[in-house]
């Protein structure tokens, strides 16, 4: 029983195209998030969303939107991928005010070639 | 504003051997303060958390102690194990808001 749920685990795609990373969790929690980690295990917030706010982090090209079907799903599309974009995204969710932490999903592992 | 430090690694340590790795951090007012560990091709699971002043957050022998007067949340276990190895996080969770502030982990390598 999976708590935070994404797919695919890997993607490997060339530079120019367009992919999507979906993300579901079934916490029930409010929040969802996306973070990029480099090499070097840096993570990065690149999202946080909930039924009331979208935050961006200002560094995130607008290549990169997530769209958000309902409170339980938030997918991650990337237009026009670059070399650099090349890392594992992670999808997390927390409850505001709840103090339990963020649930991570596996990861997915993005290549660009 | 909102930002944790971690101790840079990589750190590698024998068996059996006693880990600490240190987290100070900087937030308004009382934030809740959490580890999480990232093994090898996983995400990252919660580890540990302590949510005020003074609480010890403990879990598989790790423990962590929320240290207001000095800002700090360092990760300590008095004997790593070979499964241990794996990159650290030190994380935290501002009072309103729910955005979540990491550090930028710590790799550990325990040799048998």
Redesign the interface.
């Known amino acids: 029983d999976t708590a935070v749920s994404q797919t695919p685990k890997y993607l490997v795609t060339q530079m120019g195209n367009d992919k999507s990373i979906k993300c579901e969790q079934n916490l029930g929690h409010d929040t969802m998030y996306w973070y990029k980690q480099d090499s070097k295990k840096f993570l990065k917030i690149m999202f946080s969303y909930n039924n009331k706010e979208l935050i961006i982090n200002e560094t995130v090209p607008n290549r990169f939107s997530p769209k958000s079907p309902d409170k339980a799903h938030l997918n991650l599309h990337i237009n026009s991928l670059e070399l650099g974009d090349s890392a594992v995204y992670f999808c997390a969710s927390s409850q505001e005010g709840y103090s339990k932490g963020a649930f991570f999903g596996q990861g997915t592992r993005l290549t660009v070639v | 504003g909102n930002s944790v430090t971690q101790m840079e690694g990589p750190v590698t340590l024998s068996e059996e051997a006693f880990l600490t790795i240190n987290c100070t951090y900087t937030a308004t007012g009382y934030p ?1 303060l ?1 580890w ?1 560990v ?1 093994y090898p091709g ?5 580890l540990l ?1 302590a ?1 005020k002043a003074d609480d010890k957050g403990s879990n598989k022998g790790f423990e962590a102690t929320y240290r207001k007067e000095t800002t700090s949340f360092h990760l300590e276990k008095g004997s790593v194990q070979v499964s241990d190895s794996a ?1 650290y ?1 030190c ?1 935290l ?1 501002p009072p309103t ?4 502030y ?1 550090g ?2 710590t ?1 550990l390598t325990v040799i048998p």
């Open positions: 809740s959490f999480y990232q996983e995400g990252l699971q919660l958390k949510t990159v996080f994380a969770n808001g729910n955005q979540f990491f930028t982990g790799s």
